[in-house]
């Protein structure tokens, strides 16, 4: 059993700040689904999802080509959730800085890297089994 799931689920929040791998999704010119894995970062207050990503990549081409639908979805084993959304790129040291921060709470401190933006994502829907539901 799956369904919609609360963004101020007590849950949600810890299966999110668990260290699991993520894929994004966004589209590309023709429609066709672009997924890849990627580190998220929930922030249930701001409601939004950050991924950091080069300014270069595929994902980040999407989204600022009007690709801005996304979802990211993070598995494991028969607990999983989804969020969707729409994302903007983000560029400024403090939006960079505070998404880098996340990353390395919930991860590892990543990679000097330049090019270096965030994926913010203004949550719309979460989907998830019935372990998040309450069902």
Request: charged content about 25%; aromatic content about 4%; overall charge positive.
């Amino acid at each position: 059993m799956s369904g919609v799931v609360r963004l101020d689920s007590p849950a949600v929040h810890e299966f999110w700040r668990e260290r699991h791998l993520c894929t994004l999704t966004t589209l590309r010119a023709d429609g066709s689904p672009h997924v890849v894995p990627v580190g998220a970062t929930l922030d249930a207050d701001a409601r939004l999802l950050r991924v950091t990503a080069s300014r270069t990549s595929a994902k980040v081409r999407h989204v600022l080509a009007g690709a801005q639908r996304v979802a990211v979805c993070q598995v494991d084993g028969a607990r999983w959730c989804t969020v969707e959304g729409m994302a903007v790129v983000r560029d400024d040291p403090e939006s960079v800085a505070e998404a880098v921060r996340r990353y390395a709470e919930r991860y590892r401190q990543p990679r000097p890297n330049p090019l270096r933006v965030v994926l913010e994502v203004t949550i719309t829907r979460m989907l998830g089994s019935a372990a998040l539901t309450g069902s």
